[in-house]
């Protein structure tokens, strides 16, 4: 198994990076957590996840060794394949992953496409006694008065272009300074200040 790879970056979107070290670029699946962290930079070190299949060897690179670790218990959950376990992590963040966990809240991992209401209970009890969450982190998930709002947004913003983290702040700072709106709204709020 890889532990890491440490390379120049050659090519990446969204979905993944090739990373050439030795003379061989190597293809990697990454998230859009990953992928916020990465732009912009030429030299990048990944900590990777193979999955060895019949037909396929398959590199997941991770920008820190908590998202690999949070992707490998997500991926012991019945149902949740490596597909499905990047998609929670390119729709949220790894500690709002960890907090949703934490604090039961079956509601914000239901949010991301593609996993139900049974998977999002599956991932909930099966990783409950394995997740710890920041105590920060767990209350900014808290004090955030509607996660359905601002994954909304962020989820637009992202998928306009705008990094995750940058979109990120935005938002939270126009919530905070405005309160509550429509999601039309908060997305047009934002694109002023980005």
């Known amino acids: 198994m890889?532990?890491?790879?440490?390379?120049?970056?050659?090519?990446?979107?969204?979905?993944?990076?090739?990373?050439?070290?030795?003379g061989i670029g190597y293809f990697i699946n990454i998230?859009?957590?990953?992928?916020?962290?990465?732009?912009?930079k030429s030299s990048v070190k990944?900590?990777?996840?193979?999955?060895v299949r019949e037909d396929a060897h398959i590199l997941y690179g991770f920008a820190d060794t908590k998202e690999r670790d949070l992707f490998r218990l997500l991926i012991t959950v019945s149902g949740v394949g490596a597909s499905t376990a990047r998609l929670?992590?390119?729709?949220?963040?790894?500690?709002?992953?960890?907090?949703?966990?934490?604090?039961?809240?079956?509601n914000l991992i239901k949010q991301v496409k593609g996993i139900g209401l049974k998977t999002a209970q599956r991932i909930?009890?099966?990783?409950?006694d394995k997740v710890s969450a920041d105590e920060s982190?767990?209350?900014?998930?808290?004090?955030?008065?509607?996660?359905?709002?601002?994954?909304?947004?962020l989820t637009a913003l992202v998928m306009l272009g705008f990094t995750r983290s940058?979109?990120?702040?935005?938002?939270?700072?126009?919530?905070?300074?405005?309160?509550?709106?429509?999601?039309e709204d908060l997305i047009k709020h934002a694109l002023k200040r980005l």
Do not use: C, R
């Open 88 to 106: 929670i992590l390119s729709s949220l963040t790894t500690d709002e992953v960890k907090a949703a966990i934490t604090t039961e809240n079956v």
């Open 46 to 51: 990944l900590w990777l996840h193979q999955i």
């Open 166 to 183: 940058a979109a990120g702040k935005v938002i939270d700072q126009i919530l905070k300074e405005m309160g509550d709106m429509p999601v």
């Open 31 to 40: 998230s859009l957590q990953t992928y916020s962290t990465l732009e912009g």
């Open 2 to 22: 890889f532990e890491y790879i440490l390379g120049e970056l050659t090519e990446l979107s969204p979905a993944h990076a090739v990373v050439e070290t030795a």
């Open 124 to 128: 909930v009890v099966d990783l409950k």
């Open 137 to 153: 982190s767990v209350q900014q998930i808290l004090s955030t008065s509607n996660n359905t709002l601002k994954t909304e947004a």
